[in-house]
């Protein structure tokens, strides 16, 4: 938990550094936004997300930034080798990279999210199994969508990589999803 509360900071650091960093021109903004979707495993089954970003256009059709938010995944109950698995919800702090990439003022667009993902919640996988849920691994989201200057809405698949960690027999360990999002802009500067 102490990494945690010094890479929360390090961010917050990083985040005032580059808020104080903008240009009069809109180039920089601030991206809010709220996410859903259908999980991709055994152990959940679905997902509900906050996404905060920060993003610089580099060029009219290029920004990069750094996101962050709030994943949470609901668990299911599963039936393994004749044993009913209550599986816990958890949710994942990604710390990631962000990258944008605009072929017009306005409509299509694509990009993704590259860093971390920190699993959070009950250490265990199960409430009536004794595996240890794994702690995080690499964040991957990307999204395709409709932008304009104000909003951007999006279909995306997130997923934190674990390995064989929090594996219950044949149920491996998932924390991912398929779904649907938006996100409003706030623009920073004049």
Do not use: C
């Not at 906050?50 to 750094?66: A, E, H, M, R, V």
């Not at 599986?87 to 017009?104: E, T």
């Amino acid at each position: 938990m102490k990494t945690l509360k010094q890479l929360v900071l390090g961010a917050g650091i990083l985040a005032g550094g580059l808020l104080s960093a903008q240009s009069a021109d809109m180039n920089n903004m601030l991206k809010v936004g709220l996410l859903g979707g259908i999980s991709t495993g055994g152990n959940t089954s679905a997902n509900l997300g906050l996404d905060l970003s920060y993003q610089n256009l580099i060029t009219p059709g290029f920004g990069l930034g750094i996101a962050t938010g709030y994943n949470h995944y609901f668990g299911k109950n599963n039936t393994i080798n004749g044993v009913t698995v209550d599986n816990n919800d958890f949710g994942v702090i990604p710390v990631a990279a962000l990258f944008r990439i605009y072929p017009q003022q306005m409509g299509f667009y694509f990009g993704a999210d590259l860093g971390y993902g920190f699993i959070v919640g009950d250490d265990k996988v199960a409430q009536n199994i004794d595996v240890n849920r794994p702690d995080g691994g690499f964040y991957i989201k990307p999204e395709i969508g409709y932008h304009n200057r104000d909003w951007n809405f999006f279909v995306q698949y997130n997923k934190t990589f674990t390995g064989d960690k929090g594996q219950i027999g044949d149920q491996k360990y998932n924390a991912g999803a398929i779904g649907v999002g938006f996100g409003y802009n706030i623009p920073l500067g004049k």
